[in-house]
């Protein structure tokens, strides 16, 4: 059974004090942190040992593999819409001892993901929200996907990332999803480890089910 992970997005914290704000993170149950390229290389000098969950919306992803890898990042996750080629760059990034995840976008069938692809890719994510700025609301009609790719891939990790919060946490997890990216619901809150907690035992008590449905 998938485990439950939650992601705070890197993109919702103050950045005039980032490494604080990530710090504020992982004590209050976070594992990993969701962040873009630039920042990376800043808070992995602060805290070295944090699993970095990359997520490049950008175009011809293969340019920054090296970067990243350079940077710190654990995990490189690309957009499946920007290459011609997702297996060739899920053993780029493998070859860099980074774990590959590979994102859709809502507008994008899951179907797309084939089983070569998901069986290559460590991690898979359904975009909730269109990419490239925080804050935007859930879309409810992705949520569909992860159901979709739940089913053909059990053990897989499949994260979601966009207006995910404990208003919409129930719709994500008893779809399938294990790892939660959420930004402002976290960053935002006034007991940010309250929520994690509420996300983490969410996403516990659906895969539980999930687990038992297929006994």
Request: with cysteine; glycine share 8%.
């Amino acid at each position: 059974m998938p485990r439950a992970i939650i992601s705070p997005s890197v993109l919702a914290s103050d950045f005039g004090q980032l490494t604080a704000e990530c710090t504020r993170m992982i004590k209050g149950g976070a594992e990993w942190l969701h962040m873009g390229a630039p920042i990376l290389s800043c808070v992995k000098k602060g805290i070295p040992d944090i699993f970095m969950d990359c997520h490049m919306m950008v175009a011809e992803p293969e340019k920054w593999v090296d970067d990243i890898a350079d940077a710190g990042g654990a995990l490189y996750c690309f957009h499946y819409e920007a290459t011609s080629d997702p297996l060739s760059l899920i053993n780029a990034i493998h070859n860099r001892s980074m774990k590959a995840g590979i994102a859709i976008s809502p507008d994008t069938p899951s179907t797309v993901i084939t089983d070569e692809i998901a069986n290559a890719a460590d991690m898979l994510l359904v975009m909730t929200v269109y990419p490239g700025r925080g804050g935007q609301k859930f879309l409810e009609k992705c949520v569909p996907k992860v159901a979709e790719l739940r089913a053909r891939f059990p053990e897989k990790d499949i994260e979601v990332d966009g207006g995910v919060g404990p208003s919409t946490i129930d719709k994500c997890a008893h779809a399938g999803s294990n790892v939660i990216v959420a930004g402002t619901a976290i960053f935002g809150a006034s007991d940010p480890e309250n929520v994690i907690t509420v996300l983490k035992a969410t996403v516990n008590s659906a895969q539980a089910k999930i687990a038992a449905s297929r006994a």
